[in-house]
């Protein structure tokens, strides 16, 4: 890579939707990314799928209208979008479809990551902040997923992806905060 690049990435998580637009260049050290734009929206999919199944009509709409602002915003200021969605749109009984008609309306692909797929990915944002040497072990738990990552140093040497986070624990809750007693666990793990 011999002149920077611009991309931004969407993360359709299982709570917040992000957009992180980052400048990619050489260095002797690798690939330096330094970030240029980042934005968040709060969606719940997560919850949603949780309660019922389902993404749902009103939180698709809100979903694809997220999204529209998100590329609209990065088109003129990046040279590559890349869309990855996560747990909640694997585990969604509408996810396929919704993902079908999005990557169809938004011109982009909508890439529906595996759980494997999650953990190395969020491995990679975080490996220049690991102990070079010795075993580590990588959390990175979200709204309806968690991923571990075993390390050997700074190399993933085994990953799995559970499915519990807190959009998918805090439906159990029938108060917030919860009282003695004041959970009830639809989640089976």
């Known amino acids: ?4 690049i611009r991309i931004a990435a969407i993360d359709i998580g299982s709570d917040t939707v992000h957009l992180l637009i980052a400048e990619a260049s050489s260095s002797p050290d690798g690939t330096l990314v330094r970030r240029v734009e ?6 719940e999919l997560g919850r949603q799928v949780a309660l019922s199944g389902r993404v749902g009509k009103p939180v ?7 999204l ?3 590329l609209k915003f990065a088109r003129g200021r990046t040279d590559r979008v890349v869309i990855g969605a996560t747990e909640a749109l694997r585990r969604a009984t509408d996810g396929p479809g919704l993902v079908e008609r999005l990557s169809g309306e938004l ?4 890439r529906v990551l595996s759980g494997t797929r999650e953990a190395s990915l969020g491995l990679a944002g975080a490996v220049h902040r690991l102990d070079p040497a010795g075993s580590q072990l990588f959390i990175d738990s979200g709204g309806a997923s968690t991923e571990l990552t075993m390390t050997d140093g700074r190399r993933a040497v085994a990953s799995a992806s559970l499915p519990v986070g807190a959009a998918l624990l805090g439906v159990g809750l029938r108060a917030d905060p919860p ?3 004041g ?3 639809p989640v089976a793990v």
Request: contains cysteine; hydrophobic residues 25%; negative net charge.
């Open 60 to 66: 698709a709409t809100r979903l694809e209208a997220t």
């Open 107 to 110: 011109g982009e692909p909508v």
């Open 179 to 181: 009282d003695p007693g």
């Open 1 to 4: 890579m011999r002149q920077p």
């Open 183 to 185: 959970v009830d666990c």
């Open 68 to 70: 529209q602002r998100y």
């Open 38 to 43: 980042q934005r968040g929206d709060l969606i």
